[in-house]
């Protein structure tokens, strides 16, 4: 049996320009699982960037923690 110990949802978005983000992907885990480690956002991200660039952005969406 596989066991998740920690997941994180993020989404990565295209800037369009200084007040216009649009979105590419969401919902794409990083889980630490008893089996190793589950990732389905490194590789888009690298996808992103290749095509788009600099001006690729993620956040993380889930469980997000504010530092304030």
Not at 38 to 58: P, Q
Request: without cysteine.
């Amino acid at each position: 049996m596989t066991y998740v110990y920690d997941t994180k949802y993020y989404s990565i978005g295209l800037i369009i320009s200084d007040d216009e983000v649009v979105g590419l992907s969401t919902d794409l885990k990083i889980s630490r699982t008893s089996d190793g480690t589950v990732d389905e956002f490194t590789d888009k991200y690298k996808e992103y960037v290749d095509i788009h660039g600099d001006a690729v952005i993620f956040e993380e969406t889930f469980p997000y923690f504010s530092s304030s």
